[in-house]
């Protein structure tokens, strides 16, 4: 199959272009590299069933040729990106989905939308199901990325019920892996981070907050089996093994030893969210999905991709959230 993939240079696009040209499909990647990097894919220079076209989404774009699948994953993601960007995080998620879904109306192509645990706002449900509504707060900082998303996914399953697009919808809990950067600002790469350079390791709040954290090839996995899948309600990807921020801290500090970093407590950043953790009942239902990998086994795969990438290039890591 001939599949785009928007934002295909960035953390999580870059894992699914992998995976796509491992089962011997083309890819077309497009990236405008605000948040993504073009050394992600650097191993398939020269690969026929790799095209890269350098292009910001939020503008038109014509993609010659047939086009089986359009996976929108375009847009930045993480907290220190979207409050960089706000204009461009409200576009990419406006504008820039209404031309994806454009381009795969005119191929008859299906489309796969990148949504975010993010929808939910700071949940008043826990966990969190695909049936609750949210509660975010619009104009709150962090509502460039809550609303865009938002805004997003009704857009989908606007052209979804008026045009008869097949269309799918993935709501993105926390992922990690190999190819995050490390000043990406989230919670694991930031700690990873801090800890490998000695640093004190900064917790907002109290680090009663909690989150669950996803191993990347459970969620290409998920990604991938959604692609397939005649499903086109939102669907949560993520691990429902819950942890607290510092329970996390206490672990990475645990497994990377010696390096005299301790915890500091910070103030806690408006509307960052109480709780987060996926109900994953639909995705065990519709596609046989759980999470495989645990918290564990993969920061043990995790942490030398940061060393790594430290030691080739030393910067100061933004605030984690």
Known sequence: MRIVITGGAGFIGSHL???L?????????????????????????GNPRLSLIRHD???????????????????????????????????????????????????GAKFLLASTSEVYGDPQVHPQKESYWGHV????????????????EAMTMA???????????????????????????????????QVLRGEALTIFGDGSQTRSFCYIDDL??????????????????GNPDERTVLELAKLILELIPGTGSRIELRPLPVDDPKQRCPDTSVARRV?????????I??????????REELRRAPTLAPQPS
């Open 17 to 19: 272009c992998r995976r």
């Open 21 to 45: 040209i491992g089962e011997s499909h083309q890819v077309v990647c497009v990236d405008n590299f605000l948040t993504g990097k073009e050394s992600n894919l650097a191993e398939f220079a």
């Open 57 to 107: 989404m939020s503008r038109p774009l014509e993609i010659s040729g047939d086009v089986d699948y359009l996976l929108h994953f375009a847009s930045p993601a993480s907290p220190a990106d979207y409050l960089r960007y706000p204009i461009q995080t409200l576009k990419i998620g406006s504008l820039g989905t209404l031309n994806t879904l454009g381009i795969a109306k005119s191929k």
């Open 137 to 152: 707060n619009p104009i709150g900082p962090r509502g460039v990325y809550d609303e865009a998303k938002r805004f997003a």
């Open 159 to 193: 052209y979804h019920r008026e045009h008869k697009l097949d269309t799918r919808i993935i709501r993105i809990f926390n992922t990690y892996g190999p190819y995050m950067r490390t000043n990406d600002g989230r919670a694991i790469p930031a700690f990873v981070s």
């Open 220 to 237: 290409v996995e998920g990604i991938v089996r959604l692609m397939r899948a005649d499903h086109h309600d939102p669907t949560n990807i």
């Open 287 to 295: 596609l046989g999905w759980d999470a495989k990998v645990s918290l």
């Open 297 to 306: 086994d993969g920061l043990r795969k995790t942490i030398p991709w940061f």
